[in-house]
């Protein structure tokens, strides 16, 4: 009988011999296209209702704002681009290991609706581990946000109206940021944003985290060993006077690792004694619901329209 191999293994080979002559940046890609149907699903896939997106919609995709092949983002531009635009920055989860700017739950309800309102909506890769730790990543952030701010005339958008939003992982980098915005988005050359919108990170409080029993091996992968490292990535150690207002959803399920929603009280009170504007938002779904109903009819996303929409008023030209 014929050993039968499996399918991800043929895949592979194909994708080695299939590119063994073609361009570097073609084969990259080829390469990943493969690697990302071999990874499992990850909590935060989605598979949920889509709002397809606006007629008109223009995609610029694969702008490149470093050297390596995950230093890439997507701009999605409305159909009817009004001047001084706002921006929506958004940076998937994964684990700080896996995900993609393309995925439905990254982009889809979320684009469409705030598209619909006239924004510019961007979709942000990043290296990955183990590649690239999560504080390289929060860097690859912060200069993807200073390109998109760089070119943004060019969209009719305003680059003093962008906002960062993340989930999961992609939330952890978010709130890093936004926590001390004179550090990493400063030594990138990115303008103040205006706020940051968290999706339910797990790793607002790095040490407090690493220091759980029962902790999952994403985890241990991503920050290691090192007390000084832990501090030097954690949100709520990097927190200043200075810090971006920031709006924290978190999911209030049962079935979270992590305690997120405690986790986002501790961090708000932190903040409330620097007076930094910080909202917690409580929702009763899961992890990659979180991400992925964001956007459809719902009072959640009316919660999270309505800080945003507060938080362009700061906007003084």
Request: net charge positive; charged share 20%.
């Amino acid at each position: 009988m014929a050993q039968r191999f499996p399918i991800h293994i043929g895949l592979l080979a194909l994708c080695l011999v299939a590119t063994a002559s073609a361009p570097v940046p073609a084969q990259q890609r080829l390469r990943e296209r493969i690697l990302q149907r071999m990874q499992p699903q990850t909590e935060d896939a989605g598979r949920g209702e889509r709002t397809p997106l606006p007629p008109g919609v223009r995609v610029e995709r694969d702008i490149a704002y470093g050297p390596d092949p995950r230093q890439r983002y997507d701009v999605y531009l409305p159909a009817h681009a009004r001047p001084d635009a706002p921006i929506l920055f958004m940076v998937h989860g994964g684990g700080w290991r896996r995900g993609d700017k393309r995925m439905p739950n990254v982009v889809g309800n979320k684009a469409a609706y705030w598209l619909q309102r006239g924004f510019v909506f961007v979709s942000a890769n990043y290296r990955m581990e183990p590649d690239a730790d999560p504080l390289v990543q929060a860097g690859d952030v912060a200069a993807a946000l200073a390109s998109v701010q760089r070119r943004a005339r060019q969209w009719h958008a305003d680059p003093a109206k962008a906002l960062l939003m993340g989930h999961s992982a992609g939330a952890h980098l978010v709130a890093l940021l936004g926590s001390n915005p004179e550090g990493l988005l400063r030594q990138a050359g990115a303008q103040r944003p205006l706020g940051v919108v968290s999706l339910d990170s797990g790793a607002l409080d790095v040490p407090a985290l690493m220091d759980q029993p029962r902790l999952p091996q994403l985890y241990r992968d991503a920050f290691g060993s090192d007390p000084a490292y832990w501090r030097s990535v954690s949100p709520q150690q990097q927190l200043a006077r200075d810090a971006l207002p920031m709006l924290l959803v978190c999911s209030s399920s049962r079935h979270r690792p992590t305690s997120p929603c405690a986790e986002a009280g501790k961090f708000a009170a932190r903040a409330s004694a620097l007076s930094v504007p910080m909202q917690v938002l409580p929702e009763a779904l899961q992890h990659g619901e979180i991400s992925d109903q964001l956007g459809l009819p719902s009072a959640y996303t009316e919660a999270v329209a309505a800080w945003i929409q507060r938080a362009l008023m700061q906007v003084r030209h």
